[in-house]
């Protein structure tokens, strides 16, 4: 692969999150009993992110939720014989509650169908929201963002990698071609 752009730096992307931390509270008119839930990988970080800005707006630490959505995926046979099945934890009921799915990337929308899959056998939410850091098109499914960090038109033949301290020791957000 040829890298081709850093598309967000550390401070934008502290920017991004902030813009979406308030835009979270106004939807929901306020914290109440929202809950966020990061799907693996990189959403985690960012839901634990969210949360802490949220908290800094409001008060009021939205509980964070860990969600596996690796045998909900409808490309299961495509990944291995053996796929690597991480830690689901929501210690929490999901039911009659707003819930904030948030990931690094929305792509084809595979991912965020997968998660409201995995979320509902957990319970049934009040209302989800979805929040992403990038959204790069492209979609497959009728999913979209309620949430976006940043628009980025990108081509197929272009792969987008999210770098966060907390997963990658490192911060951005790179444009690279296949």
């Known amino acids: ?21 308030h835009e979270i509270i106004e939807k929901n008119k306020g914290v109440g009993d929202l809950a966020l839930v990061g799907i693996h990988t990189r959403g985690i970080p960012l839901a634990e992110r969210l949360a802490d800005l949220i908290e800094r707006f409001e008060g009021v630490r939205p509980p964070v939720g860990v969600l596996d959505i690796t045998l909900y995926r409808d490309d299961l046979s495509e990944i291995g014989v053996q796929p690597r099945v991480r830690e689901t934890r929501i210690p929490w ?7 904030v799915l948030v990931d690094d990337v929305l792509f084809t929308g595979r991912t965020a169908r997968a998660a409201l899959d995995a979320l509902v056998d957990l319970g049934r939410p009040k209302r989800v929201y979805f929040a992403v850091l990038v959204d790069r098109g492209h979609r497959e499914l009728p999913i979209r963002a309620d949430f976006v960090g940043k628009n980025l038109p990108t081509s197929m033949q272009e792969v987008v990698k999210v770098k966060l301290r907390e997963t ?3 911060e951005g957000v790179e444009l690279w071609e296949r």
């Not at 009921?93 to 819930?99: A, C, E, K, L």
């Open 1 to 21: 692969m040829r890298f081709k752009a850093r598309v967000l730096e550390p401070a934008e992307i502290e920017r991004a999150m902030r813009r979406i931390a």
């Open 168 to 170: 990658d020791g490192e």
């Open 93 to 99: 009921d999901v039911t009659g509650r707003p819930v």
